[in-house]
T-cell receptor, first 115, second 112 residues
């Protein structure tokens, strides 16, 4: 079983709602990631955190706001989303050891539908 | 040109066949390379890292060709359980926290 958990697993929200996705890793890793997976599109990297510092924001709209309070938890705060934001949001973690071959472990994802 | 390109398939092959996928990447400075497997409605899981010298794990062989900027995955003696989507991933960052760019994925179905 994966050591990365995500809640909720499914979320339906209106365009004016504010919601948050939560990710927790139990692997002792120090890097965490948010990805978006839409139908018929490649998995897209959104944000990268290393040692709780954001090191990458992959041109993501400001209606997505990440938060990493500690090395085990990662949040994605959502507000004023659009229907095209409906997708599977995946969290991942890895151990940053100064090695470019660190394995990323993915959580099961949150299936988001924006109405 | 897309940063990472894969043939989306689908590939339908009989059980026991050998199947090969290629994946091309555009950034010659890419540091590391991976094949992930994703089952339907599941998260991606690492299948193999792809090293410069090539590497083999049982029925799976991964190769890297830096000159032509592609990686390949060969599956021998395919099993029904190999049916999945195979994603190639290229690390566009350096060492440390990765910046993975994924291909679209190649869907494989093994038929009895």
């Amino acid at each position: 079983e994966t050591g990365v958990t995500q809640t909720p697993r499914h979320l339906v929200m209106g365009m004016t709602n504010k919601k948050s996705l939560k990710c927790e890793q139990h692997l002792g890793h120090n890097a965490m990631y948010w990805y978006k997976q839409s139908a018929k599109k490649p998995l897209e990297l959104m944000f990268v955190y290393s040692l709780e510092e954001r090191v990458e924001n992959n041109s993501v709209p400001s209606r997505f706001s990440p938060e990493c309070p500690n090395s085990s938890h990662l949040f994605l705060h959502l507000h004023t989303l659009q229907p095209e934001d409906s997708a599977l949001y995946l969290c991942a973690s890895s151990q940053d050891m100064g090695n470019s071959y660190n394995e990323q472990f993915f959580g099961p994802g949150t299936r988001l539908t924006v109405l | 040109r897309k940063e990472v390109e894969q043939d989306p398939g689908p590939f339908n092959v009989p059980e026991g066949a050998t199947v090969a996928f290629n994946c091309t990447y555009s950034n010659s400075a890419s540091q590391s390379f991976f094949w992930y497997r994703q089952d339907c409605r599941k998260e991606p899981k690492l299948l193999m890292s792809v090293y410069s010298s090539g590497n083999e794990d049982g029925r799976f062989t991964a190769q890297l060709n830096r000159a032509s900027q592609y990686i390949s995955l060969l599956i021998r003696d395919s099993k029904l359980s190999d049916s999945a989507t195979y994603l190639c991933a290229v690390n566009m960052g350096g060492a440390g926290a990765q910046k993975l760019v994924f291909g679209q994925g190649t869907r494989l179905t093994i038929n009895p």
